[in-house]
C-alpha cells in the first residue's frame, strides 16, 4: 500500500474513540449527530478477558502461599525434614494450580476465541431500530448495546467488493475489482493468487464453515468456497435469487434473453430439497446445527452471509402483521424481512450460549452496503444509497459484541473498514498474515476492545475510471462525469474519475460519486426525497466528516490545500492499483441444460 502521511491534521475535532451507550433509552433512537466528545450513559460493564488474582479469582495470599510452598527457599530458610518433603504437597501440583490461578491460566480462555462473522445483505443505516428506525430489531439492539457498536465503520457501495476485501484484507484496486461486481456469466472469481482469510484460520487450527451468499465467482471449481479455505459451504453463489425457489436469474445481453436456473449447494453437490422453504430460515437451521455439533475444544470460524434482506422483497406474511402502519409496500416488506433477520440472528448467539461456546466467542455483525432505497432500504439521515460513494452507500451499521470485550456497552467511533477484519480475526486466533500479498487492512481489536485509537488514519473507498451508475437519481443520466476543473493544482488527478478518499475527518469525493439525494424513511407516509443542489457538472466534493456526515456543507473551496493533498493521494492509489478485470459474459455458462448454475470452465 503506498505509503500514508501525517499530513493532514485538526479541523474535525477530538478523536475520543468511544462514547457510552444509553441501552434501551431515547437517545439510543436519536438521529446521527456530528462527532463529540462526552456523550452521556451508563459506564461499561466490568467483565475481565481472564480469570485474575485481582478480579474476583484467587486471593493473592493463597496464591503467595503456594509460591512459598513449591519454592521453599522464597521463605527463607526452614529446617530439613525428611517426613516433611515425604508427607507434604507435590511442588508440581502446587505450580500446576498456581497456573491455573495466575492471569491466563485459566484453560478454556487460553483457547483460541470462536469466530462468528454474520453478513447482512443491503442493510441500510437506518434500517436498524438502534439507529432510530422505526423497524423492530430487538435481538440485534440487545447485541450492540451489550458489546461495542461501530459508527464510524465503513463497507462498500457493492456486494462483490465488500467481499472480496473482508476475505482477503486487501482493497479492490489491488485485485481488478474496482468496476461493479462479478456478474453470473463472467470467467472471473477472486484471483486465484490471493490468500483468503478461511485459509489462515485452518492454518491456526481452526474449523471453517461458510453458509449463505458468496458472490466471489464460480466459473471454475478453484473459485469455489470449499477451495477457498471452507471446510464446508452451504449456500448460493450468485448475487441474488428468489427466497423459496432459490432460482437465480440472469439477463445474457449479447442474446437479449433471461436465464434462469437453480442455484443452492450443499458443498459443491446440488441441493434441490430446499425448495419453497425460505432461505433465511435454511441458513439459520444450517448455522444453529454447525454450533450445536462443533466440539468446544477446536476453535471454530463460522462465516454467516445471509440473503437478508437483499431483492426480491419476500417474506412470510406474519412478519407484515406489525408493519401494517408503514404505508409504502416496498418499505413494509423490507421490514418484515428485517425482523425475520434479527430473529435469526437471535437464534444463532442462542445455539452459540446452549452449546458452551458463547463465553468464548467474539461475534461480529456487518453489513456488506448500504441500503438500497429502490427496494426498500434506508440510509436516513445520511446521503446516498448503495451503488454510491456517499456515506449512505458506504457507511455499515456494524457492532462486536463478546464476553473477552475489555469495554462493553460504548460506542466506537474510530474508523474502521471492513478489510481490517482479516489481520483482526488472525491475530485474534493466533495465526499469522505469511503467504499473502501486501494488507490494507489493519488489526484493530485493542480499537474494539480497549478503546485505544485506530491505527487507522486513512482509507481508499475507491477508484473505478470506467464508473457508470447502474442505479441513478431520479431525472439523472448514466453518462459519466466531465471534469471542468480549471484549477491547475487539482491536475494531480483527474477529477471526472468516479473516486473517493477518506483522510481522519476528511473525505474527498471526485467524479460521479452516485445517487446523491437524501431519502427520507418511508416509514409512515410516502415521503419523497430531497435532491441535491450540485449542478450536473460537478466533479468534486470535500467533506468534514466528523462535523458533517450528512454531507451537505462542501468545503472545497474554502480548503484547497487539503484537496491538493487528497487528490495527491487518489493518483499515489491509481498508480499502485491493477486495471480493472471485467471480462464479457462466457455463453458457456448456460444453464438450460442442467437446470443449475455452476462451474462451467
Wanted: glycine share 8%.
Amino acid at each position: 500500500m503506498p505509503q500514508v502521511q501525517a499530513w493532514l491534521g485538526g479541523g474535525g475535532g477530538e478523536r475520543t474513540g468511544f462514547a457510552k451507550v444509553q441501552a434501551a433509552s431515547a437517545s439510543a433512537h436519536a438521529p446521527l449527530l456530528p462527532h463529540r466528545a462526552g456523550v452521556p450513559g451508563p459506564p461499561p460493564a466490568a467483565c475481565p478477558q481472564r480469570p485474575s488474582p485481582r478480579r474476583g479469582g484467587a486471593d493473592p495470599a493463597a496464591a503467595q502461599f503456594l509460591i512459598l510452598e513449591a519454592r521453599p527457599e522464597l521463605a527463607g530458610p526452614r529446617r530439613r525434614d525428611s517426613r516433611r518433603r515425604r508427607m507434604g504437597p507435590d511442588p508440581r501440583a502446587a505450580l500446576w494450580l498456581l497456573l491455573l490461578l495466575l492471569p491466563g491460566g485459566n484453560v478454556g480462555a487460553s483457547q483460541p476465541p470462536h469466530l462468528v462473522f454474520v453478513l447482512a445483505d443491503d442493510l441500510g443505516w437506518n434500517d436498524v431500530s438502534f439507529h432510530g428506525s422505526a423497524i423492530r430489531t430487538p435481538h440485534l439492539d440487545a447485541l450492540a448495546a451489550g458489546g461495542v457498536r461501530l459508527d464510524n465503520y465503513y463497507v462498500q457501495p457493492l456486494c462483490t467488493p465488500s467481499r472480496a476485501q473482508l476475505l482477503t484484507g486487501r482493497y479492490q484496486i489491488h485485485m481488478g475489482l474496482q468496476h461493479h461486481l462479478i456478474m453470473t456469466c463472467q470467467p472471473n472469481c477472486v484471483p486465484l493468487d490471493e490468500k483468503l482469510l478461511p485459509q489462515l484460520l485452518k492454518e491456526a487450527g481452526y474449523a471453517t464453515h461458510m453458509v449463505g451468499k458468496w458472490h466471489l465467482g464460480m466459473y471454475r471449481k478453484e473459485c469455489l468456497p470449499t477451495r477457498r479455505g471452507f471446510d464446508t459451504y452451504f449456500g448460493y453463489l450468485q448475487g441474488n435469487e428468489d427466497y423459496y425457489s432459490h432460482e437465480h436469474c440472469a439477463l445474457i445481453e449479447a442474446l437479449n434473453v433471461t436465464w434462469c436456473a437453480l442455484d443452492f449447494r450443499d458443498g459443491e453437490e446440488v441441493a434441490t430439497e430446499y425448495k419453497n422453504i425460505y432461505s433465511t430460515n435454511i441458513f439459520t437451521e444450517r448455522a444453529t446445527s454447525l454450533i450445536a455439533k462443533h466440539p468446544p475444544e477446536k476453535p471454530l470460524f463460522l462465516y454467516l452471509a445471509l440473503q437478508s434482506v437483499h431483492d426480491p422483497l419476500q417474506v412470510p406474511e406474519e412478519y407484515l402483521k406489525p408493519y401494517d402502519f408503514i404505508q409504502d409496500k416496498h418499505r413494509r416488506i423490507y421490514a418484515g424481512m428485517v425482523s425475520l433477520m434479527d430473529e435469526a440472528v437471535g437464534n444463532v448467539t442462542a445455539a452459540l450460549k446452549s452449546s458452551g461456546l458463547w463465553n468464548n466467542t467474539v461475534f461480529i455483525f456487518s453489513t456488506d452496503n448500504g441500503g438500497q432505497t429502490l427496494a426498500g432500504g434506508n440510509n436516513w439521515p445520511l446521503r446516498g444509497r448503495k451503488w454510491s460513494l456517499w456515506e449512505g452507500g458506504i457507511r455499515g451499521v456494524g457492532f462486536v459484541t463478546s464476553p473477552l470485550l475489555k469495554q462493553k456497552g460504548v460506542i466506537n467511533r474510530e474508523l474502521i473498514h471492513i478489510s481490517d477484519w482479516l489481520p483482526t480475526l488472525v491475530k485474534l486466533a493466533g495465526g499469522h498474515t505469511k503467504g499473502t500479498k501486501p494488507l490494507d487492512g489493519f488489526d484493530m481489536w485493542k480499537t474494539i476492545s480497549e478503546g485505544k485509537p485506530s491505527p487507522r488514519v486513512e482509507l481508499l473507498h475507491n477508484i473505478d475510471p470506467d464508473f457508470i451508475d447502474s442505479s441513478p437519481c431520479p431525472g439523472n443520466s448514466l453518462a459519466p462525469a466531465k471534469d471542468n476543473s480549471s484549477l491547475l493544482e487539482y491536475l494531480a488527478f483527474n477529477t471526472s474519475i468516479h473516486a473517493a478518499i477518506r483522510h481522519r475527518n476528511w473525505k474527498l469525493l471526485t467524479g460521479s460519486p452516485g445517487c446523491g439525494f437524501w431519502f427520507p424513511p418511508p416509514s409512515q407516509s410516502n415521503n419523497s426525497e430531497m435532491p441535491s443542489l450540485d449542478p450536473p457538472s460537478k466533479t468534486l466534493w470535500l467533506f468534514d466528516i466528523d462535523r458533517d456526515p450528512e454531507e451537505r456543507h462542501d468545503l472545497s473551496k474554502e480548503n484547497p490545500h487539503i484537496v491538493k493533498k487528497l487528490l495527491s493521494r487518489l493518483q499515489d492509489y491509481q498508480k499502485h492499483s491493477v486495471p480493472a478485470y471485467y471480462p464479457a459474459d462466457d455463453l458457456r455458462c448456460d444453464p438450460r441444460d442442467t437446470g443449475v448454475w455452476g462451474p462451467w470452465m
